[in-house]
């Protein structure tokens, strides 16, 4: 189950690409695996690195201080292509905790606030201008709070941010689907029981 999230500050990576899809997110090659830790290594892997796994140095991620990134500032429609929840889990390996883009894929979406990844929704002219300010390093640190959906800068500039209220209720407390679930397990339980009562011939195990 993520942890939840509130309130955070970060180094925020600019990103000026729209229809980032999650193969360029992390290749597919990343994919043989379940395990969520490492995979902050194949991120953005063929942006990152040459074909001979050399750091590419004028890629963003690899110069500090957005080496160091929790924030990710990208274009609409972040997150497009195939439905591979290894992208947001190599995000959250790397160490980003919330991605800023015009507009999301639904599915990529989803997926973040399941990892506890905040999707933030933010006008296309407020994305340019947070894009200007973190191209400088010494204004690339942002502070961003769920509860009150506001992006804030080390000189008090504010910039508000749309997210689903359920997707918001679920960073800020932690929940993922399956701990919510079990918020209903007595009546999960009585379900079965009452059915099991009703129609015995369900529970039949053959013989």
């Given at each position: 189950m993520?942890?939840?999230?509130?309130s955070?500050?970060?180094i925020?990576a600019?990103l000026p690409?729209?229809?980032?899809?999650t193969?360029?997110?992390?290749p597919?090659?990343?994919?043989?695996t379940v395990e969520?830790?490492g995979?902050?290594?194949?991120l953005?892997h063929?942006?990152?690195?040459d074909d001979?796994?050399?750091?590419?140095?004028?890629?963003?991620l690899?110069?500090a201080?957005?080496?160091?990134?929790g924030i990710?500032?990208?274009?609409?429609?972040?997150?497009?292509?195939?439905?591979?929840?290894?992208?947001?889990w190599a995000?959250?390996?790397f160490?980003?905790?919330a991605?800023?883009?015009?507009?999301?894929a639904?599915?990529f979406?989803q997926?973040?606030?399941?990892?506890?990844i905040l999707p933030?929704?933010?006008?296309?002219?407020?994305?340019?201008k947070?894009?200007?300010?973190v191209?400088?390093?010494?204004?690339?640190?942002?502070?961003?709070?769920?509860?009150e959906q506001?992006i804030?800068?080390?000189e008090g500039r504010k910039w508000?941010?749309e997210?689903?209220?359920?997707?918001?209720?679920?960073?800020?407390s932690g929940e993922?689907?399956?701990?919510?679930?079990?918020?209903?397990l007595?009546?999960?339980r009585?379900?079965?029981?009452d059915?099991?009562?009703?129609?015995?011939?369900?529970n039949?195990?053959?013989?």
């Open positions: 993520p942890e939840p999230l509130i955070f500050s970060a925020a600019p690409q729209s229809n980032v899809d193969d360029k997110i992390l597919a090659s990343f994919l043989k969520r830790r995979l902050g290594r194949g953005f063929a942006m990152r690195f001979e796994g050399r750091p590419r140095p004028d890629f963003v690899n110069k201080p957005w080496d160091q990134a990710l500032i990208a274009l609409e429609n972040f997150g497009s292509g195939s439905s591979r929840e290894h992208a947001p995000l959250m390996d160490g980003i905790r991605v800023l883009a015009p507009s999301f639904d599915i979406k997926n973040c606030t399941k990892n506890g933030a929704v933010v006008a296309r002219e407020d994305i340019d947070l894009l200007d300010k191209r400088q390093p010494n204004q690339a640190r942002l502070n961003i709070n769920i509860q506001v804030e800068d080390t508000h941010f997210i689903d209220v359920h997707d918001k209720s679920a960073l800020l993922d689907d399956i701990s919510r679930s079990l918020e209903y007595d009546d999960i009585r379900h079965l029981e059915r099991a009562s009703a129609r015995p011939w369900v039949a195990i053959a013989i």
